[in-house]
């Protein structure tokens, strides 16, 4: 097993979360489409959308994976029936699933297909029964230790995808049913209301008097997000590293995308000793993220009691309007907070993803300007092509010196 590249995989939920991971590196990414899938609650892709994202990713060389990983009643048979002739019409190179149904199916249209941590694949005979029923990959359930998923890899002939980054799911591997008690609204179907990142009231209710003692609010529920860039050398024997965040925005995809491809490439190119994982753990807190933890590799997870951090805020600035590609300047419209020389900033689009820079040059009727104030309409010198549309945001320090964050090794 020495000697692998695996795959880096990153989550697609818009299209500016697409360009973005493209151009950050990803080599396949991961998409809901309609109703079957455990993100259907935010999923906007319709068929339309993944016979474009087909065209793009081949354009690109990156491979396409769709997943319908939700529970299928006896209703949904048809409509799974249709997605899956429609998918291989299309040509994705892979469904992801876990429901016999879509299993089934897939393979008999000769699709590849994937076996979804939903499945809780945690043993060797479990995983040897997909691989007899013509599975390609499996995601192991998120509770097998390292050690348990190369057993795994060494007692079959499946590809392994693992999760190295984002966030975990109170219920480990899923089938959570807080959402379905609280909303009527079944986190199995794809409609999960994170209740379990809400803040609750703690209080004890003596059984003898009625008497309450109030222990005060806290997020006892929310689990924490998984990071492994501090160990991720020793995750090369996986066939794919997956990264979780269909929900979030291009920032977010960007920044984690580029700072695993980054890791895999100074492993494989012999600088991971010298260069290390410093500068890239800073590079993963300046997105949004909760508390870190090494998840089950090395032992139990941490879950509960833990807040939303990170090292940096975006705010809107504005929008661009027009851009001049021979001379790389953008008119941009500041619509919102101003922006001066020195400022690092975000511009997103559909088909832009993310640029990150420095304001180096603005400019007003040939003039340069220190700042562009609200209101104003100001040429900007861009590092890359931008596109009319995009949207421009100020990406301010924030104080994170009460956070505590731990960056040494978590291997518990």
Not at 7 to 27: C, N, R, W
Not at 345 to 368: C, F
């Amino acid at each position: 097993m020495s000697g692998k590249k695996p795959e880096i995989l990153a989550p697609v939920g818009h299209y500016e979360g697409l360009a973005a991971v493209i151009k950050a590196g990803a080599d396949a990414i991961y998409m809901g489409v309609g109703k079957i899938n455990q993100r259907a609650l935010k999923t906007t892709f319709t068929m339309e959308d993944v016979k474009e994202i087909r065209k793009i990713t081949q354009d690109a060389g990156v491979r396409q994976y769709i997943v319908l990983n939700s529970i299928v009643f006896e209703d949904d048979l048809p409509y799974i029936n249709e997605t899956l002739h429609q998918l291989k019409e299309i040509g994705v190179d892979a469904v992801i699933g876990w429901d016999m149904a879509v299993l089934s199916k897939s393979i008999e249209l000769g699709m590849e297909t994937h076996l979804s941590t939903m499945a809780s694949v945690s043993n060797s005979q479990a995983a040897k029964f997909y691989e007899k029923m013509g599975i390609k990959r499996i995601v192991p359930a998120r509770e097998v230790k390292l050690e348990g998923l190369l057993d795994i890899k060494r007692k079959t002939n499946l590809e392994i995808e693992i999760f190295i980054h984002g966030a975990m799911c109170m219920a480990v591997s899923g089938r959570c049913f807080l959402s379905h008690d609280v909303f009527e609204k079944s986190g199995n179907r794809g409609e999960c209301y994170q209740v379990c990142r809400h803040e609750f009231d703690v209080k004890i209710v003596s059984k003898n008097t009625g008497t309450e003692f109030y222990l005060g609010s806290d997020y006892v529920l929310s689990a924490r997000d998984l990071v492994t860039i501090n160990f991720v050398d020793r995750l090369m024997w996986a066939d794919s590293w997956k990264i979780e965040g269909r929900n979030k925005n291009a920032d977010y995809a960007y920044m984690v995308t580029s700072a695993y491809r980054e890791a895999r490439d100074r492993i494989l190119n012999g600088e991971w000793k010298t260069k290390g994982w410093k500068d890239l753990w800073d590079r993963l807190e300046r997105v949004y993220h909760r508390e870190w933890d090494s998840g089950f590799y090395f032992g139990e997870g941490f879950f509960g009691i833990n807040k939303s951090i990170a090292k940096e805020k975006k705010l809107y600035v504005g929008e661009i309007i027009k851009f001049y590609p021979k001379i790389s300047v953008a008119e941009l419209k500041v619509i919102d907070h101003p922006v001066e020389i020195g400022d690092t900033i975000h511009i997103i689009g559909k088909k832009t993803g993310l640029v990150r820079q420095k304001v180096s040059s603005m400019q007003v009727e040939r003039k340069d300007v220190h700042k562009a104030e609200r209101g104003m309409v100001v040429g900007l010198k861009t590092e890359e092509r931008v596109r009319p549309g995009d949207k421009v945001y100020l990406i301010k320090e924030v104080d994170t010196s009460d956070n505590n964050i731990n960056t040494q090794l978590i291997t518990k």
